[in-house]
């Protein structure tokens, strides 16, 4: 007897599934806990809940139906890119799930996966499962629970389904060429839009929280962010699909460009900063945009060109967070956490930059029996047509997530509320959840509710509309 079938690597199996689970690490407890300390007091555990609750969320989802709609057979839908714009809909839960992995239009493209349909399955989902915690630092501090809960399995679904068959499931942009690693298009820049579109259909916070949005525990957010930067070795390290050598240059790349652009954004901050001090927050953002600037890039760029994609969007994103957002419509727009600009700004100049710096000598697969390489090649290295179908890709995303995001909003604010009552975002946590990350003292000697507590040292309100 073997435990393995033949077309089973023991090897890519359990790369793919430590891969899956160090991305799955950087939501739960990542996310939950870099955006739980950047928070106000207040709202650091309805942060939290809300991270918990879409990622499960979509878990149960993308098993029933949103995996097959971005990685199985086409619906065709019309012609052009109607033809291969989303898959079928259809469950991952049977014993078909320990067959060999497949994804139908890439057959014959790419090696033959190594591992079972569960696997890919698993992978793909947590990709799929940080994405909407990644735009809820957009929408933090306001948002409906109730609202929140419905809107992110429709939003995985219409959304995110859509950009993963498009660019990874061998839809109509994966077979213009579009290079988009792990995710700086699919995550990244889809996460920033549709923050952004949700955080102006919702509306801002109060106007004192918008105007001193104090983190309440930096360094639980220096835990959350620790996560976050070396689970992005599974994120980066586990999209060739195969435990490789391109799997080892996609980790590399990764942190290069993540400490370049660490260190380029408290420079920055030092020698153009308002107070001219470096400061951990800033730090952490450098962090953030070098990590999702290299994402689309990882395998496909050499070290230099790793280096340069940290060392040009963290200046630019830097410039974005700082002179940008002061302009319309980004000054009227409350993205509670800065999204639109770490991750939507961030992830379309990673995405640009791949089409500039692809080094076809980079090989993500060995060709056999005299077939080519696999690679990409970018504009400085012959290839000029790369950049246009990268800002066609992005331009598809944003134009899709950001009409998608408002519509669904439209639609669930017919229903229900989508933001909280001004009494109850006086309040935050203990009038949503009835429970706080740091509890009273009155609420610890049990001398009263949580909710009364907090309404008597809750101050006075104060006007909501945005500063």
Request: net charge neutral.
């Amino acid at each position: 007897m073997s435990p393995y079938p033949d077309w089973l690597s023991s090897g890519d199996n359990a790369w793919q599934l430590v891969a899956a689970t160090l991305v799955g690490l950087m939501s739960i407890p990542g996310i939950a806990v870099l955006y739980g300390g950047i928070v106000q007091r207040k709202w650091a555990m309805n942060t939290i809940m809300m991270a918990f609750t879409a990622f499960a969320a979509v878990l149960v989802v993308w098993f029933l139906w949103a995996f097959q709609m971005g990685f199985g057979s086409p619906l065709r839908l019309g012609p052009g890119i109607l033809s291969s714009f989303v898959g079928h809909p259809a469950p991952t839960l049977g014993v078909t799930a320990q067959a060999q992995a497949n994804i139908p239009l890439l057959d014959g493209l790419m090696p033959k996966f190594r591992f079972p349909e569960s696997t890919l399955a698993y992978f793909q989902f947590a990709f799929a499962g940080i994405t909407p915690l990644l735009f809820l630092g957009s929408v933090v501090g306001r948002i409906n629970f109730k609202a929140w809960l419905i809107f992110v399995p429709l939003w995985s679904t219409f959304a995110y389904a859509v950009n993963a068959f498009l660019i990874w499931g061998g839809g109509w942009w994966g077979q213009q060429g579009a290079l988009d690693f792990s995710g700086g298009y699919v995550i990244h820049l889809a996460a920033g839009t549709s923050g952004f579109v949700a955080a102006a259909v919702i509306g801002p916070r109060l106007a004192r929280d918008r105007a001193r949005p104090l983190p309440n525990n930096l360094p639980m957010a220096a835990a959350g962010a620790g996560l976050l930067w070396l689970g992005w070795n599974g994120f980066n390290g586990g999209d060739p699909y195969f435990a490789g050598a391109d799997a080892a240059i996609a980790v590399v790349n990764t942190n290069v460009a993540t400490a370049v652009a660490l260190l380029v954004w408290v420079a920055m901050d030092m020698l153009f900063g308002p107070d001219r001090k470096p400061t951990f927050l800033g730090g952490v953002n450098g962090m953030i945009v070098g990590l999702v600037a290299i994402t689309p890039a990882a395998g496909y760029v050499d070290g230099f060109g790793a280096m340069l994609i940290g060392l040009v969007p963290s200046i630019l994103v830097w410039l974005s967070w700082n002179k940008l957002s002061r302009v319309r419509p980004f000054s009227k727009v409350d993205d509670a956490l800065g999204v639109v600009h770490t991750h939507g700004v961030a992830g379309l100049l990673g995405g640009v930059m791949v089409g500039l710096l692809a080094n076809p000598a980079v090989t993500v697969y060995l060709g056999q029996g005299g077939a080519s390489n696999v690679s990409g090649t970018g504009l400085f290295f012959g290839n000029p047509k790369q950049v246009l179908v990268q800002l066609g890709a992005a331009l598809t995303v944003i134009v899709w997530d950001g009409l998608v995001t408002f519509v669904l909003l439209k639609l669930i604010g017919l229903v229900l509320p989508l933001r909280l009552p001004d009494a109850d975002l006086e309040i935050g946590d203990v009038a949503v959840h009835d429970e706080e990350a740091y509890p009273q003292e009155t609420l610890l000697a049990g001398t009263t509710s949580g909710a009364a507590a907090a309404r008597e040292h809750a101050p006075e309100s104060v006007p909501t509309t945005s500063t």
